[in-house]
């Protein structure tokens, strides 16, 4: 397979995965809402590691003395089931989907945008001038970007954990977020910004050689 | 920079055309005019050395040194 035919699959691919990136959220609201009326679509309180787990293990098992309640509506329709080892809610709910649809969208549209500046580059090292300052940029707010995820992901943790304590009044539940882990993230953007600098240097260099006459 | 290119001055003493001196040079007109901007980043000596026998001149005719 050639570089070309390499890099085509590679900016096709990525096209396809902005779309997903783009339709899902859309898709996600438009599924919730759609069954809504059948009452039954589990809404896991978060998509992320953010979770209600019992305070007694014990209790997993026949859901004993665990309760969930919506503060501004204690009429409104929950149950809790169990997955695994953790409790989900369901819930009729419009408002806790639309935040949530909210919350995704944003993560998705910083995922597409990611997913647009390796488009870019690949398509400048397509046309053949992949050493130039606008390279330079795309690499270095990709690796902005990959420094940033852990630190929006913690806050969006501590945002959504106070908004279940402010919603919901729980009983024998706790919430638990397991925290991301930041190494490869903070890794993976050490080693962008060090190839950005790297063809900083190389745009210098040839630079320089163009300018000798 | 403090290296000031005197170029367009010695081909005016020689009464030489950009086009000519580029021509026997063997580079670009656009090179050329880097060069008599002053936007040159460097020059290699073989260039200059071609430009003291066409221009009949001393390398320090062209280049010249001023401290900012």
């Known amino acids: 397979m050639t570089s070309t035919t390499f890099l085509r699959i590679g900016k096709w691919t990525i096209t396809v995965l902005q779309c997903i990136a783009i339709v899902v959220p859309f898709l996600f609201l438009l599924v919730s809402f759609s069954k809504n009326d059948a009452g039954t679509y589990d809404t896991p309180l978060g998509f992320s590691n953010v979770s209600l787990v019992p305070e007694d293990p014990d209790a997993m098992q026949n859901l004993s003395n665990v309760s969930i309640t919506y503060v501004k509506d204690e009429q409104a329709s929950t149950e809790l089931t169990i997955e695994k080892t953790k409790i989900h809610l369901r819930d009729a709910m419009a408002s806790i989907r639309t935040e949530i649809f909210f919350i995704f969208l944003f993560f998705c549209l910083l995922a597409a945008l990611g997913l647009e500046i ?57 919430l638990e977020g397991q925290s991301i882990s930041y190494v490869p993230w903070v890794t993976t953007s050490i080693i962008l910004f060090t190839i950005g600098q790297v063809i900083r240097q190389g745009v210098l260099l040839r630079e320089e050689q163009d300018l000798t006459i | 920079m403090p290296i000031i290119v ?48 066409i221009l009949e001149c001393q390398p320090g005719d062209i280049l010249e040194y001023k401290s900012t």
């Not at chain 1, 690796?143 to 959504?160: A, D, E, G, Q």
């Open chain 1, 118 to 174: 390796v488009k870019r580059i690949i398509r400048v090292t397509e046309f053949g001038t992949p050493f130039n300052y606008r390279t330079v940029q795309y690499i270095y707010i990709l690796s902005i970007l990959f420094f940033l995820t852990p630190v929006v992901v913690s806050i969006y943790h501590y945002l959504f954990g106070q908004w279940i304590l402010s919603n919901f009044e729980l009983s024998g539940l706790v």
């Open chain 2, 6 to 53: 005197n170029l367009d001055v010695v081909m005016a003493q020689r009464k030489i055309r950009g086009k000519e001196l580029a021509e026997r040079l063997g580079i670009t007109e656009a090179n050329l005019s880097i060069l008599k901007t002053g936007k040159a980043r460097a020059v290699r000596f073989s260039t200059l050395e071609a430009l003291c026998e």
